[in-house]
């Protein structure tokens, strides 16, 4: 049967209408009016209201940034979306009319990429987003891993440096300081605050460290820069080194690097491959995974929240 | 229906035979003839003979300390056991006209604690193995988590200190080095050689760094020796850590901490909780695990191979 999906993230609300035959029927995007958790829910409704015209729809699946329980009915804490402890599960399937299903956005991303992209045909997958932080997703035997407590998979919270860069999640040297798109920026701009001769390139582009942005960094490399490329270079070794170690405990069949980073493929990826073998335990004793780029950047989230509903409700 | 299972450590193997009121109707243990992998499986073959005699079996469960193959039919590498791709299921099978499934030993004894053990009444449970090694096993939703390739939960040979002490796998800092029982007495080995004050007390139990023995090492714990309570305390500092950072990606509801150090209790546990609690990302937002003692101390790993052998079956 049709189900909704619909993605909230800090900046955008997306959604789409997927068929029996997996294809998006309709979509629909809006602004996340992030003042008011109130104000997200009457989005999201009116959003579902407007996808569903028309249509008989099985259920409707909610990717949310944050953390949600184990059973998958409230969202426990997503700062960005002013939402603690609030039961969005109850109050949709009560405006809707619908059966509503919650999940965690990266979550939601990974099992679109496992059912309908590059994760197709695997049944043990490690997805790694790489955005503003560094987010995941497990798929083990072919179901959602998501923990006892409901909120697993968070990669960008493991230790990468013992008491390193201080993270927004109270700790220090977490994974997401050294390997996020963040980081990168953060990386070029303390290349330009440096006046080393190697920055002549992106100073070119930006002067100014405080105004750099992702897209001068993405300019800067595609133009070939031999200082950013080494910068890009080290957070593809950083990544690798870490899918290595997620690798002793994980041994996923295939890794999945997706998030806005992964635009620039093999440029990102043969890094990552070189220091995953580099850097894997028991290496020459086991089977070795693949390491490839995620293939749905647009809506991942809503088709993956659309697919998962639909799953739940076992009309699939 | 009864089932039988077999442990084969570097050392000894142990087997039972479990009842289907999960009781141990019978046990036994040999020494490992670990000389050849041809001798290994005719003591393994000798034992299950012994103890199948008078009972009707359902199958055999044969727990390996080694890498196991994701159809849990071949031991792809098991250095102690002078084993490397023997197909030990056919193999057995063979020989014994019964169905064998072939399990890591970690996974094993993990299973046997989630099914009888300190996991009981979970779902989601992490098994911390600090022995000689660090080993682990992971119990996903209900299900013994084995990765893609059959060689997952090697907690081991996560990554703890970049570029840290060189690990057996060939890698450098994997947390076996920082927090097994062998670092435990290489630590207390170093007090001794360092002549420090306060390795006074050590030196009256053993005076010979060479010669320090992990029992050693023990009865200074039990006699309140406070330099090598202080040791155990830093090994629980590091285990506490790791099992933090671990929670962001596994999110278990329980972690089970076993192996021959997990008979000192809350002289280890209190320093883990400490540092889990202080390490844990996001702390306030989540739910926070339980951290406690394995139960079952003997025939873990016989016990858990053979209720896994019967749940192949159907016939637990």
Known sequence: MKSIGIDVGGTKIAGVLLGEDDQVLAQDKVATPAQSAQAIIEAIVAMVQGLQVGHEVAGVGVAIAGFIDAKQSTVMYAPNLNMRNVALKAILEDKLGLKVFIENDANAAGWAEYRFGAGRGTQNMLMVTVGTGVGGAIIADGQMFR?????????????????????????????????????????????????????????????????????????????????????????????????????????????????????????????????????????GFRPELRIVAAELVNDAGAIGAADLARGHLGSR
Do not use: W
């Open 147 to 283: 923990g006892g407590f409901g909120v697993g998979a968070e990669i960008g919270h493991m230790n990468f440096i013992p008491e390193g860069k201080e993270c927004g999640c109270g700790q220090k040297g977490c994974l997401e300081q050294y390997a996020s798109g963040t980081a990168l920026l953060n990386a070029a701009k303390d290349l330009l605050r440096s006046n080393d001769a190697s920055a002549a390139g992106l100073r070119q582009i930006c002067a100014d460290p405080e105004k750099l942005t992702g897209s001068d960094v993405y300019q800067a490399i595609q133009a070939g820069d031999i200082a950013v490329l080494g910068l890009l270079k080290e957070l593809g070794f950083t990544l690798g080194k870490a899918i290595a170690s997620l690798t002793a405990l994980l041994d996923p069949e295939i890794v999945v690097i997706g998030g806005g980073v992964s635009v620039l493929g093999n440029q990102l990826l043969d890094p990552i491959r070189e220091a995953y073998l580099a850097h894997l335990p028991a290496r």
